[in-house]
């Protein structure tokens, strides 16, 4: 019998390594990956996205360029919410584009999304495009995190928004030492009855770990040449909605 698949730890992998790690488990779990952010966030994934949306400001373009989309979420939040917009929702792993066509095809928006495939550190997208520029839950998973900042930076529009939704460590010991017993020993448990591949739900928990905290990663966003920078804390701090203007 195989042993259980395990992958090396976030905090010592190479860029190149995580790059090719990040690829592989999300091309393995593309068919749960739904469900299982909905059982594993116990729905406030949802919540947490739509607060994101709420915040969201067109006022030239009339794009949302999603990063990192998965399974397109945000980007059918997002058109439904604002029905005069267009998204154009990008991803690097083709399994994940795939699964988020075939979610389009039974959505009344889905004539005003457009799936891509490309890495956010170089985007096939013009300068000053988008009026929004999100990332939901994958920067993260970017080893170089200041430059897929600075091009977020570089293909929203002067006065628009670039929004970061991302889970961390809240900050409170005693929430923090709940939230770790929960992400290092009960969702990996529950993962394991949803996916071919148990081990990517413990990279989980180790990439969370290793992201830096909210006060840190306002820096990158400033070094990135953002201003204007505000955070929101979602769920006792488990989650943040970074938003910095260009």
């Not at 990996?188 to 969370?208: E, G, M, Q, W």
């Amino acid at each position: 019998m195989n042993a259980p698949k395990a992958y090396p730890r976030v905090g010592k992998l190479s860029g190149e390594e995580h790059t090719r790690i990040v690829r592989e488990i999300f091309a393995t779990i593309p068919d749960g990956y739904d469900l299982l952010n909905r059982v594993l966030s116990l729905r406030r994934d949802v919540v947490w996205r739509r607060f994101a949306v709420e915040k969201m400001h067109f006022f030239k373009t009339g794009i949302l360029l999603d990063l990192a989309t998965g399974t397109a979420d945000l980007a059918v939040a997002a058109a439904l919410a604002y029905p005069e917009i267009r998204v154009l929702a990008l991803d690097f792993v083709s399994e994940m584009i795939l699964k988020g066509k075939r979610k389009l095809a039974g959505e009344s928006c889905r004539d005003r999304i457009q799936l891509l495939q490309g890495d956010a550190r170089t985007l096939p997208i013009a300068d000053s495009a988008a009026d929004v520029v999100a990332i939901a839950f994958g920067i993260r998973n970017i080893p170089d995190r200041l430059a897929a900042l600075r091009e977020m930076v570089r293909v929203v529009v002067p006065g628009g928004q670039v929004m970061v939704l991302e889970m961390h460590l809240p900050e409170k010991s005693l929430i923090r030492s709940g939230y770790l017993l929960y992400l290092n020993h009960v969702l990996p448990r529950i993962a394991r009855c949803f996916t071919k591949n148990p081990a990517a739900y413990h990279y989980l928990p180790d990439s969370i770990i290793n992201f830096p905290s909210p006060a840190r990663f306002a820096g990158l966003m400033a070094a990135a040449g953002l201003e204007e920078i505000r955070q929101y804390p979602l769920t006792l701090g488990t989650t943040y909605l970074h938003i910095g203007r260009r």
